[in-house]
């Protein structure tokens, strides 16, 4: 069993900037990846930013060169750093744990982005 806790939304106007955090359980194997979704109200659950085991990085197109996703390992933290924010990033932003057969998610944090 893996346990995430998402921290760090809030509210910011747009053109700010936000940094989410993710804090793993520790686990005795790691994640194939660990991702940020987020889901608007009323739309669904979309995919914003993966980092892999071995450290590669895909993002979503509608955050590339806005948002990065980085981890340290040695604190079991993936971070999403969000900046030029959008009114339209407005979401809860989930942090995922992708394994072979199994996800793990956290409970969600609420971000807000007035303009």
Same mark, same amino acid.
């Given at each position: 069993?893996?346990?995430?806790?998402? +921290?760090?939304?809030?509210?910011?106007?747009?053109?700010?900037?936000?940094?989410?955090?993710?804090?793993?359980?520790?686990?005795?194997?790691?994640?194939?990846?660990?991702?940020?979704?987020?889901?608007?109200?009323?739309?669904?659950?979309?995919?914003?930013?993966?980092?892999? +085991?071995?450290?590669?990085?895909?993002?979503? #197109?509608?955050?590339?060169?806005?948002?990065?996703? +980085?981890? #340290?390992?040695?604190?079991?933290?993936?971070?999403?750093?969000?900046?030029?924010?959008?009114?339209?990033?407005?979401?809860?932003?989930?942090?995922?744990?992708?394994?072979?057969?199994?996800?793990?998610?956290?409970?969600?944090?609420?971000?807000?982005?007035?303009?």
């Amino acid at each position: 069993q893996v346990q995430l806790v998402e +921290s760090g939304g809030g509210l910011v106007q747009a053109g700010g900037s936000l940094r989410l955090s993710c804090a793993a359980s520790k686990s005795a194997f790691s994640p194939n990846s660990m991702d940020w979704y987020r889901q608007a109200p009323g739309k669904q659950r979309e995919f914003v930013a993966a980092i892999t +085991s071995g450290g590669s990085t895909n993002y979503a #197109d509608s955050v590339k060169g806005r948002f990065t996703i +980085s981890r #340290d390992t040695a604190k079991n933290t993936v971070y999403l750093q969000m900046n030029s924010l959008k009114p339209e990033d407005t979401a809860v932003y989930y942090c995922n744990a992708h394994y072979m057969l199994i996800d793990y998610w956290g409970q969600g944090t609420q971000v807000t982005v007035s303009s």
